[in-house]
Nanobody, 124 residues
Framework: VQLQASGGGLVQPGGSLRLSCTTS????????IGWFRQAPGKEREGVSC????????YYHHRVAGRFTISRDSAKNTVYLQLNSLKPEDTAVYYC??????????????????WGQGTLVTVSS
């Protein structure tokens, strides 16, 4: 199982970025791909996730309405569109795969395999 996150960079407040998580090594069964982030000095938090089974999505309340998660099954890639970025969105963003229990879809301990992070910096 491998996950590769990319697309981070430096962007001004109000700007946009699209992160990509390319996956390989798993296609069977139902699972979630999640995006998490960790800012300096803070705990890692769940941002969003998407189900492989039915495409259902979940968002942290701090990003709902600004971030959009989507998937391209043909490319084995999950995207996270980040709009209206704020300085407090600055963090290393990670993608991960897991089979979280109902109600725990944004809890990092529910995810088993992680990609390397990609840094998003929101600054003027």
């Amino acid at each position: 199982v491998q996950l590769q996150a990319s697309g981070g960079g430096l962007v001004q407040p109000g700007g946009s970025l699209r992160l990509s998580c390319t996956t390989s090594g798993f296609t069977l069964g139902s699972y979630y791909i999640g995006w998490f982030r960790q800012a300096p000095g803070k705990e890692r938090e769940g941002v969003s996730c998407i189900s492989s089974r039915d495409g259902s999505t979940y968002y942290h309340h701090r990003v709902a309405g600004r971030f959009t998660i989507s998937r391209d099954s043909a490319k084995n890639t999950v995207y996270l569109q980040l709009n209206s970025l704020k300085p407090e969105d600055t963090a290393v963003y990670y993608c991960a795969v897991g089979r979280p229990r109902t109600g725990y879809q944004l809890i990092d301990l529910e995810y088993d395999n992680w990609g390397q992070g990609t840094l998003v910096t929101v600054s003027s």
